[in-house]
């Protein structure tokens, strides 16, 4: 079975940091690269930040730019996320998705469709 398994999230205070990770099981990551979304209560999933495996290239999401990084350990199959100086406003289900190819995420809108691989989410909630 072909699946991404995140770790990471829980409670944190407004302010603190949060790290997040993504591996691949049952396939590798090489020549695909992983975005990360979060859906906030009664909103839809937005994009906030991607890495491509085969060359290390990031995108961020101007609104995340800035307090959150993203980087990969190729020889663990693992993507991460953490970000900084955390609000309430960061509260939500955060995801990573597997996509074939480059970080189509900073080429326009984002299409979820785009992402043949979802992790199962985890919840980060910046208490206040």
């Known amino acids: 079975q072909e699946q991404l398994v995140q770790s990471g999230g829980g409670l944190v205070e407004p302010g603190g940091s949060v790290s997040l990770s993504c591996t691949a099981y049952g396939f590798t990551l090489d020549y695909y690269a992983i975005g990360w979304f979060r859906q906030a209560p009664g909103k839809e999933r937005e994009g906030i930040a991607c890495?491509?495996?085969?060359?290390?290239?990031?995108y961020y999401k101007e609104h995340v730019k800035g307090r959150s990084t993203v980087s990969s350990d190729n020889a663990k199959n693992t993507a991460y996320l953490q970000m900084d100086s955390l609000k309430s406003e960061d509260t939500g289900v955060y995801f990573c998705?597997?996509?074939?190819?480059?970080?189509?995420?900073?080429?326009?809108?984002?299409?979820?469709?785009?992402?043949?691989?979802w992790g199962q989410g985890t919840q980060v909630t910046v208490s206040s």
């Open positions: 890495i491509r495996f085969k060359d290390g290239s990031v």
């Open positions: 998705a597997a996509v074939w190819g480059p970080c189509v995420m900073a080429s326009g809108p984002t299409r979820l469709s785009h992402y043949s691989h």
